[in-house]
């Protein structure tokens, strides 16, 4: 069985401050894949990243950044300098079935106030 | 272009209504999904197309029938709704299985309401 748990239901912030947002996955497949969306307001997903379970790079993208760690089952997201426009509800999800399959966390919400 | 298109973005109907929620995307991607998204929940799937053949049908009741009627285009066809069924519907593509590219990307949605 496949699980994803995301412990923090809401995190508020000042903006500029730094949020890492928890993931914690379960699964016996070992080829798996994970995901963080955001969803804010409007109500679209908003693909962030993908990691390969055989993929344990971490990766920076601009104010984004990805830990990866196999060891702990955990796949961390933190915003470093977060802006207003970074609030929204994060979703941290696992898939195998070459992707077809999604499990998604149950997200948090995050409220960045100016 | 990364966008996938639901009409319409807001609905209501009756119980004893028929209606139909549309999905379009022109990505090439050959896999399509319907998600159930119920406030302050994550998506819930219900159905997976993939090269336009039903794949997997997440015990849905028969009240919602899938439809794919080319790999373009996905309907989720609805009838006899009860009011918990009122959500917000999601539909998703990918580039589909053995591809290398697996992750998915959402259309807006469209939020229903049965009343």
């Known amino acids: 069985a496949q699980k994803v748990t995301q412990a923090q239901t809401e995190i508020s912030v000042v903006e500029k401050e730094d949020v890492t947002l928890d993931c914690v996955y379960e699964t016996r497949d070992t080829t798996y894949y994970l995901f963080w969306y955001k969803q804010p307001p409007s109500g679209e997903l908003v693909f962030l990243i993908r990691r390969n379970s055989f993929d344990e790079q971490n990766e920076i993208s601009g104010r984004y950044s990805w830990n990866f760690q196999k060891s702990t089952s955990s796949f961390n997201f933190t915003i470093t300098a977060s802006q207003v426009v970074d609030s929204a509800v994060y979703f941290c999800?696992?898939?195998?079935?070459?992707?077809?399959?999604?499990?998604f966390g149950p997200g948090t919400r995050l409220s960045v106030l100016p | 272009d990364t966008e996938v298109t639901q009409t319409p973005k807001h609905l209501v109907m009756g119980m004893t209504n028929k209606k139909s929620l549309k999905c379009e995307q022109h990505m090439g991607h050959r896999a399509m999904y319907w998600y159930k998204q119920k406030a302050k929940k994550p998506p819930e799937l219900m159905f997976v197309y993939s090269y336009e053949k039903l794949s997997i049908n997440e015990s849905v009741p028969s009240r919602f029938s899938p439809e794919c009627p080319n790999s373009s285009l996905l309907n989720l066809h609805l009838h006899a709704l009860q009011p918990e069924d009122s959500a917000l519907y999601l539909c998703?593509?990918?580039?589909?299985?053995?591809?290398?590219?697996?992750?998915?990307?959402f259309g807006q949605g469209t939020r229903l309401t049965v009343v």
């Open positions: 998703a593509s990918s580039q589909g299985p053995r591809t290398g590219s697996l992750e998915a990307f």
């Open positions: 999800a696992l898939s195998h079935n070459y992707g077809q399959n999604f499990v």
